[in-house]
């Protein structure tokens, strides 16, 4: 095992690269390669790859290696639909508990103000196991919320809107806007698979 000085900053680097959508779905992830542009050896890097793979960021394949995950429209759909159920429990304890939620501002983009907005909701909820299962269903969705822009000319303005409302405490109108915005983006679950694959 890497020691933590080499290994957290080797697997941030990947898990940022992972999310933002650095490589194309089934694209292959050389150990030797990315060693050598992150400047460390190779064990920090199988490290943190086998922690992504847990993460299910990156595919492990015995035998052959690590590859992005190539998601096709129906595995889309699902994580979709668990980011959505995700959300519903957050945002019910956020109505139940009037927790206190506040939203960083200062993003970068699309796919960075959707992490952050639906991040925020899920760590203000109180739960430690939802945060994280909230934080891993975006992580895993980065790539695609990428191209959203492309597919849905209006989707910032929908984040913002998200946004304004989950500020405002208006939860009944939230998990309404949130049922709306996945259903949306499953409907185009085959465009944002072909839009990675072709990135």
Do not use: C
């Amino acid at each position: 095992m890497s020691p933590a000085h080499v290994l957290e900053p080797t697997y941030d680097a990947l898990r940022r690269r992972l999310i933002a959508g650095a490589w194309p779905s089934g694209f292959r992830l050389e150990t030797t390669k990315l060693a050598m542009e992150l400047g460390v050896s190779i064990t920090p890097v199988r490290d943190s790859l086998s922690r992504l793979s847990g993460e299910r960021l990156v595919q492990a394949t015995a035998g052959i290696g690590f590859h992005v995950p190539r998601l096709d429209a129906a595995d889309i759909s699902q994580l979709l639909d668990w980011h959505q159920m995700l959300l519903g429990i957050a945002v019910q304890r956020l109505e139940t508990s009037q927790a206190a939620l506040t939203i960083p501002h200062g993003h970068n983009g699309i796919a960075d103000h959707s992490a952050i907005l639906f991040g925020s909701i899920g760590m203000a909820a109180g739960n430690g196991e939802l945060d994280r299962a909230v934080a891993n269903a975006a992580a895993r969705l980065g790539p695609y919320r990428r191209m959203e822009t492309e597919l849905l000319a209006d989707a910032p303005a929908e984040i913002e809107r998200i946004d304004q409302f989950a500020h405002a405490g208006r939860w009944q109108a939230l998990k309404a806007l949130l049922e709306h915005y996945h259903e949306r983006r499953r409907a185009i679950a085959s465009q944002l698979a072909q839009a990675v694959r072709d990135s």
